[in-house]
Nanobody
Framework: QVQLVESGGGLVQPGGSLRLSCAAS????????MGWFRQAPGKERELVAS????????YYADSVKGRFTISRDNTKRTVYLQMNSLNAEDTAVYYC????????????WGQGTQVTVSS
């Protein structure tokens, strides 16, 4: 069963920080590269960060490099996204999914978590 549950979003001022969490089912998590995707209003969903199963390899989109950090805890089947120095362009709904390159592995998505950066 594909199960992805995102949490941790909210309203934050520019320059602020948030930490997102995604709890996944065994089928959705074990052995996979995991990614955080986001979709801003009127835009396509895009991959912002991904992490290998071991955690030794990570990828970041240029727009978030140096500000976001992805991590995972395989014992909890959870992937995290620490977001610092947030700006208005980071406003979006954030989703997690297993990732194959820049594409999601599973067609089913969780509910996502809304991140709004505004003063």
């Amino acid at each position: 069963q594909v199960q992805l549950v995102e949490s941790g979003g909210g309203l934050v001022q520019p320059g602020g920080s948030l930490r997102l969490s995604c709890a996944a089912s065994e089928r959705t998590f074990s052995g996979y590269v995991m990614g955080w995707f986001r979709q801003a209003p009127g835009k396509e969903r895009e991959l912002v960060a991904s992490i290998s199963w071991s955690g030794s390899s990570t990828y970041y989109a240029d727009s978030v490099k140096g500000r976001f950090t992805i991590s995972r805890d395989n014992t909890k089947r959870t992937v995290y996204l620490q977001m610092n120095s947030l700006n208005a362009e980071d406003t979006a709904v954030y989703y997690c999914n297993a990732a194959a390159g820049s594409s999601p592995v599973f067609s089913s998505w969780g509910q996502g978590t809304q991140v709004t950066v505004s003063s």
